[in-house]
């Protein structure tokens, strides 16, 4: 199997790193965005924890010292071992207080006028949370909880809910790289198809499979293995059709030729001879012609040489050519041209090829007795050529490949007179080439009409024919 010398990172290797990064940018972003709410959430539920404790304690402490002095002013042991569990720290503030750890003067002044604090504080550079409740029998108590403390739980479920995207990611990772080779495989099948095809299979078949566009490019393999088998199929069957019409003329010339050198034939007979083996060199000196020009039609350097063309002398010309020989043959030629001057800019010898080419591809199908026209007609932008015949006519599937090489020989030979189907690709090839275009359709004489259109100006001196 043909190879190349490409070596990149191959498609599976891309699809596990890409679904690899897609989920580690997932985890990188849901924890950028979940922790600052999870935190958020944390402190405002602590913050209400503190503040329920704070109720309790300043309760208690109420229910503990009914008109007691302020030393009997005591916390129960359960609700103390509480606040020491929970990294609580209290402080039992009196009327005259006037400083408390981590609370400002303005804010202890507020609790003992209004009976409640609530606030986020800071003792050396450490940030707290703060509640104080006053006392009925005078004074306060302030619970304060450091936030980290308080944001622990908040932390510890932050990694629980990392460590589990991360185990997320590590199970991906696997799933990808099945995936991508399960999506993989048509690909590598169509890959190795193509090489078949490059190294001259014309078999090859896939069985489309995986997503909609991958199974698209299975079906365009096959449609490409079919196109080229009936591309090369016609190429083998013009090569034959051009060959057999080669040999007719060389075998004639070769056997005349021996038959002077051998001296068979006689003195009266050289002249008539000589003319036949003329006629036969001349024969095959036109297919050959015809078989260059279809080469360099295909090529870069086939030019093109428009002129001012007289269309009516064009006409007149081609008209007392074909004229005479359709005399030969018993077939009435009749010439339809314009009445007045018509001039258009077209390279004359391509446009008296084209003709010709129309003209003797008529006679051919023509029997004895039938009709062939010419006609030259000015029309929008342009003008028309137009060769008509009484012959058989084409069919309309016959049409659509009429101007392609050898395609009317493969389905006619033997069956009615056909040349090599070189004639009419010339035709069509040439017409676009000057700008124009070729049709056939059903001449009302009963055969075929092909009609070429031609711009009065063509308007690329340069142009070359491809």
């Not at 965005?33 to 329920?52: K, T």
């Not at 402490?61 to 008109?67: F, L, N, T």
Request: net charge negative; aromatic share 4%; hydrophobic share 45%.
């Amino acid at each position: 199997m043909t190879t190349t010398g490409y070596r990149g990172v191959n498609l599976v290797t891309r699809m596990v790193l890409l679904t690899s990064a897609v989920a580690a940018i997932v985890v990188l972003v849901a924890g950028l965005i979940s922790y600052p709410l999870v935190r958020s959430a944390e402190l405002s539920q602590s913050q209400n924890q503190l503040s329920r404790l704070a109720d309790l304690t300043a309760a208690a402490i109420d229910r503990g010292a009914p008109g007691g002095g302020e030393r009997d002013r005591l916390v129960p042991q359960s609700l103390a071992a509480t606040l020491l569990a929970e990294q609580v720290q209290g402080f039992l503030v009196f009327d005259n207080a006037t400083e408390v750890p981590g609370v400002p003067a303005e804010e202890l002044k507020e609790l003992l006028e209004h009976g409640t604090l609530s606030f986020e504080g800071e003792i050396r550079g450490d940030k707290i949370l703060v509640e104080g409740r006053s006392l009925a029998s005078g004074g306060a108590v302030i619970l304060e909880q450091p936030v980290t403390v308080a944001g622990g739980p908040a932390q510890a479920g932050l990694l629980r809910f990392l460590l589990a995207l991360f185990i997320g990611l590590l199970i991906a990772i696997p799933i990808g790289y099945v995936a991508a080779k399960r999506m993989v495989r048509p690909l590598r099948a169509a890959r190795d198809a193509a090489y078949e095809i490059q190294g001259g299979s014309r078999e090859v078949r896939l069985t489309p499979e995986g997503p909609s566009e991958v199974a698209e490019i299975a079906l365009a393999l096959n449609s490409l293995s079919s196109a080229l088998q009936t591309s090369e199929q016609r190429q083998r069957e013009f090569l034959l059709s051009v060959s057999h019409e080669l040999r007719t003329p060389l075998t004639a010339v070769k056997g005349y030729a021996e038959a002077l050198a051998d001296d068979v034939i006689g003195p009266e007979d050289v002249a008539k001879t000589g003319a036949i083996v003329a006629a036969e060199a001349q024969r095959l000196d036109r297919l050959v012609s015809d078989l260059l020009d279809l080469a360099r039609l295909g090529a870069v350097h086939f030019r093109v040489n428009p002129a001012r063309v007289e269309m009516q002398e064009v006409g007149t010309d081609a008209a007392e050519v074909w004229r005479t020989r359709c005399e030969r043959e018993d077939v009435r030629f009749f010439a339809e041209l314009p009445p007045d001057s018509l001039v258009v800019t077209t390279d004359p010898m391509r446009l008296r090829q084209i003709i010709d080419n129309l003209a003797e591809n008529a006679l051919r199908v023509s029997p004895s007795g039938s009709v062939v026209v010419l006609a030259i007609r000015s029309v929008a932008d342009g003008i028309e050529v137009e060769v008509r015949d009484s012959g058989p006519g084409l069919t309309d599937d016959d049409m659509t490949i009429a101007f392609e090489p050898g395609a009317l020989y493969e389905r006619y030979r033997g069956v009615r007179p056909v040349g090599t189907g070189l004639g009419l690709a010339l035709v069509g090839r040439l017409a676009h080439g000057l700008g124009g275009s070729a049709r056939v359709t059903t001449a009302p004489e009963g055969g075929a009409c092909f009609t070429v259109f031609l711009p009065t100006v063509f308007n690329d001196p340069s142009a070359e024919l491809a």
